[in-house]
């Protein structure tokens, strides 16, 4: 069992960054997929952003490749999630999420509360 608690969402005007971070306790997340995915009114929750659960590499949605980047801290136990060039269509929830897997899957073990990023144009 691990709980995921997000953190870092806010408001920002278009061409700004934020970083969001995910804070996991329980069983170290070393031993999960990690992955961050959002949800924007009126639409489906979709894949942003995952780290396999070894480490050895991560992977983007086309539509944020180049601006986000995520990475984990082993010792403090958190993944973070860095926006930079936000555009108003990444306004959303975002969550956190933890698979047992090797990589996350789209319908992962455990989810995060979310946390609200909005983008002014």
């Known amino acids: 069992q691990v709980e995921l608690v997000e953190s870092g969402g806010g408001l920002v005007q278009s061409g700004g960054s934020l970083r969001l971070s995910c804070a996991a306790s329980?069983?170290?997340?070393?031993?999960?997929?990690m992955g961050w995915f959002r949800q924007a009114p009126g639409k489906e929750r979709e894949f942003v952003a995952a780290?396999?659960?070894?480490?050895?590499?991560?992977y983007y949605a086309d539509s944020v490749k180049g601006r986000f980047t995520m990475s984990r801290d082993i010792a403090k136990n958190t993944v973070y999630l860095q926006m930079n060039s936000l555009k108003p269509e990444d306004t959303a929830v975002y969550y956190c999420?933890?698979?047992?897997?090797?990589?996350?899957?789209?319908?992962?073990?455990?989810w995060g509360q979310g946390t609200q990023v909005t983008v002014s144009s």
């Open positions: 999420a933890a698979d047992k897997g090797v990589v996350i899957r789209t319908r992962p073990d455990y």
């Open positions: 329980g069983r170290t997340f070393s031993s999960y997929a």
């Open positions: 780290i396999r659960r070894n480490g050895g590499s991560t």
